[in-house]
């Protein structure tokens, strides 16, 4: 979709910047490099053993305006600073909230197709869709995010249907890998490339492969339309 109103005109360094600086101080220090790639979701979070973490966006997202795009780094920045143990989506969420992002997070997940609540690891965890973040704003938040809305002038109801993950983690540890979808821990043998897992995405379920070797089926992930 491409938006006049507030296209992204900055890089991804600038915006990741400017949101450590006045919402994620307290991650300030941490080196996190961040870039525009293929990959099989929104974005991924890489997490690699003597390496600054990695945030890689997908190219699709260039296309979305400039708040849903801040909503998107907010929840990635969110899993850095609850840390690569953290696999909590609802936690990563609700963090992005309570440091005043939740109208940006509320606006990416119209461009994510989730207006409810995307339930996984069997309701166990979610997703927050649009609608239960906006119930959660204070009415300051309410308004940024009703005007937000206007201006960009979306209609959610109409966004196309997604197949996209909205996001996974990859950990390289010193003696061992892993992979998270949907809060679910995959794992892995070897010490893949990154570059080198394919995540077979169907109607209702996630297959990962290394390899061309299935490592792993996550089958309720997927949200339901
Ligand atoms: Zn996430």
């Given at each position: 979709m491409e938006n006049q109103r507030y296209p992204i005109s900055k890089t991804l360094d600038e915006y990741v910047h400017t949101l450590k600086k006045h919402a994620y101080s307290d991650i300030e220090d941490n080196n996190v490099n961040i870039e525009w790639g293929k990959t099989q979701a929104y974005a991924v979070v890489i997490w690699s053993h003597g390496n600054p973490t990695l945030i890689r966006c997908n190219r699709?997202?260039?296309?979305?305006?400039e708040p849903a795009l801040l909503g998107l780094l907010a929840h990635e920045l969110s899993h850095i600073a609850l840390g690569a143990d953290s696999h909590n989506e609802h936690q990563t969420d609700r963090d992005v909230i309570s440091r005043g992002l939740g109208p940006y997070l509320g606006i990416e997940r119209v461009f994510t197709n989730k207006y409810s609540d995307h339930v996984i690891q069997k309701g166990r965890d979610r997703y927050l869709g649009y609608d239960s973040i906006r119930l959660s704003l204070t009415n300051h938040e309410i308004n940024q995010l009703d005007a937000l809305m206007a201006d960009i002038g979306?209609?959610?109801?109409r966004m196309l249907k997604e197949s996209l993950l909205h996001d996974y983690a990859f950990h390289e540890k010193e003696n061992s890998s892993h992979i998270v979808i949907d809060g679910q821990l995959y794992p892995l043998d070897k010490k893949p490339n990154v570059d080198e897992i394919k995540l077979i995405v169907k109607d209702s379920s996630v297959q990962i492969l290394s390899e061309d070797m299935v490592i792993g089926e996550n089958e309720n992930g997927r949200p339901r339309y």
């Open positions: 699709s997202v260039r296309r979305w305006p979306v209609s959610p109801r």
